[in-house]
């Protein structure tokens, strides 16, 4: 199960940025579901939110 769906998290927005650093590595990249252990729409909930982080300088680029 999902560690998101366990504890009842509906939507991951872009505001939540604790939950959505939890999802990367320490050079920002994006890690995957077999890591993770985030069903489908979470992870594209996560994608989604990093993604805009990294827009507003919430989050670095990685590289």
């Known amino acids: 199960m999902c560690r998101l769906c366990a504890e009842k998290i509906a939507l991951v ?3 939540q940025a604790q939950i959505v ?3 990367c590595t320490d ?3 994006i ?3 077999r890591i993770t252990g ?3 729409r979470h ?3 996560i994608m989604r939110a990093v993604k805009i ?3 507003l300088s919430l989050m670095p680029y990685s590289g």
């Open 53 to 55: 982080n990294r827009n």
């Open 38 to 40: 985030a069903c489908a």
């Open 31 to 33: 890690l995957s579901r």
């Open 13 to 15: 927005d872009y505001k």
């Open 21 to 23: 650093k939890s999802f």
């Open 27 to 29: 050079t920002g990249k």
């Open 43 to 45: 992870q594209r909930q």
